[in-house]
T-cell receptor
Framework: RKEVEQDPGPFNVPEGATVAFNCTYS??????FFWYRQDCRKEPKLLMS???SGNEDGRFTAQLNRASQYISLLIRDSKLSDSATYLC???????????FGKGTRLHILP | GAVVSQHPSRVICKSGTSVKIECRSL??????MFWYRQFPKQSLMLMAT?????????EQGVEKDKFLINHASLTLSTLTVTSAHPEDSSFYIC??????????FGPGTRLTVL
């Protein structure tokens, strides 16, 4: 099993729809989780941290499921500007590791 | 959020030359800086982790003698690609962290080796 796995997509979603994707991780000792957004040919930008209790920021909701070892990102009322690649990042301080998923490509269709 | 700068943003060089890329944290002290490489349509690949004042830790498969990393201060790390070849052409991104949580990314450097 890969350390961090994401469905590469692309997810083609009509504007206004709700879309969700997951990221699974293999190391149960992982402690910190993040979603980054990366636009084409640009650097990743932090979208949101993922807290154990789940967190919401506007149209974006992130959740952590430790039992099943995955994090999720839900985007409601999707906008054209949400088109990007979404990378999940898993930190395992004990192993001194930061691991990026390969990203999920999202295309919002007009 | 915190600001990380990278310089240059774009560089084109001839095969065999060396290229230095600077990464600076502008408004915070970065205890750890990371260097990534990203080939087209691929994810970021961590090359090395550097802590201020100590030698960088390189990921498996990354040649430390080819990719020289210096983290001389809490706000500056440099990556030197020595004797660059066309296969080194890539997007190089640094990030800085004040701990093992949020990372702040630089804008990246696009290296093209002719």
């Amino acid at each position: 099993r890969k350390e961090v796995e994401q469905d590469p997509g692309p997810f083609n979603v009509p504007e206004g729809a709700t879309v969700a994707f997951n990221c699974t991780y293999s190391n149960s000792a992982s402690q910190s989780f993040f979603w980054y957004r990366q636009d084409c040919r640009k650097e990743p930008k932090l979208l949101m941290s993922v807290y154990s209790s789940g967190n919401e920021d506007g149209r974006f909701t992130a959740q952590l499921n430790r039992a099943s070892q995955y994090i999720s990102l839900l985007i409601r009322d999707s906008k054209l500007s949400d088109s990007a690649t979404y990378l999940c990042v898993v930190n395992t301080p004990q192993d001194d590791k930061i691991i990026f998923g390969k990203g999920t490509r999202l295309h919002i269709l007009p | 959020g915190a600001v990380v700068s990278q310089h240059p943003s774009r560089v084109i060089c001839k095969s065999g030359t060396s290229v230095k890329i600077e990464c600076r944290s502008l408004d915070f002290q970065a205890t750890t800086m990371f260097w990534y490489r990203q080939f087209p349509k691929q994810s970021l690949m961590l090359m090395a982790t550097s802590n201020e004042g100590s030698k960088a830790t390189y990921e498996q498969g990354v040649e430390k003698d080819k990719f020289l990393i210096n983290h001389a201060s809490l706000t500056l790390s440099t990556l030197t690609v020595t004797s660059a070849h066309p296969e080194d052409s890539s997007f190089y991104i640094c990030s800085a962290s004040a701990g093992y949580n949020e990372q702040f990314f630089g804008p990246g450097t696009r290296l093209t080796v002719l």
